[in-house]
């Protein structure tokens, strides 16, 4: 399969949960929603750089964005995984 097909598809998968992940966000302001859009959107631009022919002289570029893509995704889970904290009720309560 021609490479160059293969990161256009990347490119346009990734600018999908890109923008998925931000409305989600918008709607939500999930912090999970957040760092993936961002590591999707980092994603992306390294298929960018590689689809206009700049992967050999930009490597340490594209390897960079893809490290901090990923450690974002795991940020995200991460910070997902721990346990919530409570709020305590208000005075409100039954008097």
């Not at 919530?84 to 309560?93: H, L, S």
């Amino acid at each position: 399969m021609n490479s160059t097909l293969v990161s256009a598809l990347n490119l346009v998968f990734s600018a999908g949960v890109f923008v998925l992940a931000l409305f989600t966000w918008a709607k939500s302001k999930s912090a999970l929603a957040l760092l993936t859009g961002i590591a999707f959107g980092l994603f992306a631009i390294s298929h960018l750089v590689v689809i206009f022919g700049l992967a050999v002289s930009a490597e340490g570029l594209i390897v960079l964005l893809r490290v901090l893509g990923y450690g974002l995704v795991l940020a995200a889970l991460y910070k997902e995984m721990l346990p919530k904290k409570q709020t305590p009720p208000t005075g409100n309560a039954l008097k």
